[in-house]
Structure formats: C-alpha cells, structure tokens
C-alpha cells in the first residue's frame, strides 16, 4: 500500500475545560511557541463570545464548538491527472481533516480581520461562523460550489 495510517499523537487536554478539541485549537493557535499567550487569546475569546451572546442558552465552548461545526466542509476536490488533463475531483472529507480545516480556516480569517487584539478578531470570527457568515464560513461554501461544479469528474475518484 502506498497510503499507510499515520499514528495520530494523543494530546493532552486543556487545563481549563479538559478537552482535546480545545488543546489542539490552541496548539495551531500558537504563534512561535508561545503557548500560555495562544491560551490567554483563546480563554478571553471565549470571555468576549460569552458577552456578546448572552441572550444564547448554549455556554461559550458549545457555541465556539457550533462555530466550528458550521465551517467544516463535507466535501472537497482534489486535482486528478488522467491522460494529460488535470481534474478537479471532487471527494469527501473524513472527519479528521474536517475539524483540522475547520480549525486553520477560522484562525486564518481570524488573523485576515481588522481589529485591536487577536482576542477580539477570534471572537467575531467565532460569533460569524456561529451565524453562518464570516470569512471561514463563506470560504467553505465556495469550496463546495466548487466540488458541485466538478461533480461531473466525480467518477474519477481514486
């Protein structure tokens, strides 16, 4: 087989909430190391998400979650060359590599944002993915409209 299942590495939870999600969205949050600042920005988000959603029943971790849920996509191409023509296929995505794009497009929009501090470009962008809007949420929706525009090649799949 050319494809061999990677070992995927246990992490330990965080400190606050125990959990991993939490732990590994912090771990692509941090910037050159700094892990205690990547957990300062991402407990303060929360804190801001908090505030600005009151009037929501959910707790600020199960809206961040919903957040991130609402910018995973189900589906993606990937580029197929076949006879010297190169092919967008589109294909599904399993649920790992769903929640690790999810996580990169929120922190990339995040840091794309206009605003003071990281804490408060984070937690607008968290507020927008929870509504269905913002710049990880439409990045999503375009890689779907482009998997429906390929769907003809689907057939191609590996």
């Not at 965080?14 to 990547?38: C, H, T, W």
């Not at 957990?39 to 959603?53: A, H, P, S």
């Not at 707790?59 to 849920?69: T, V």
Request: proline content about 3%.
């Amino acid at each position: 087989m050319r494809k061999y299942k990677t070992n995927n590495q246990t992490r330990l939870p965080d400190p606050q909430f125990n959990d991993e999600l939490v732990s590994r969205f912090i771990n692509d949050l941090m910037y050159n190391g700094k892990k205690s600042l990547a957990f300062k920005i991402f407990y303060d988000t929360l804190d801001i998400v908090g505030e600005r959603l009151k009037k929501e029943e959910l707790s600020p971790l199960e809206i961040w979650r919903k957040a991130l849920e609402n910018v995973a996509p189900v589906v993606e191409v990937k580029s197929r060359r076949i006879g010297g023509a190169t092919f967008q296929v589109p294909q599904e995505v399993n649920q790992e590599r769903k929640t690790s794009i999810s996580i990169k497009n929120m922190i990339k929009y995040a840091r794309q944002r206009s605003g003071r501090s990281m804490k408060e470009k984070l937690a607008a962008e968290v507020v927008a993915a929870y509504n269905g809007e913002g710049g990880a949420f439409k990045r999503k929706e375009e890689i779907h409209r482009m998997a429906e525009a390929n769907k003809a090649f689907a057939h191609f799949r590996f």
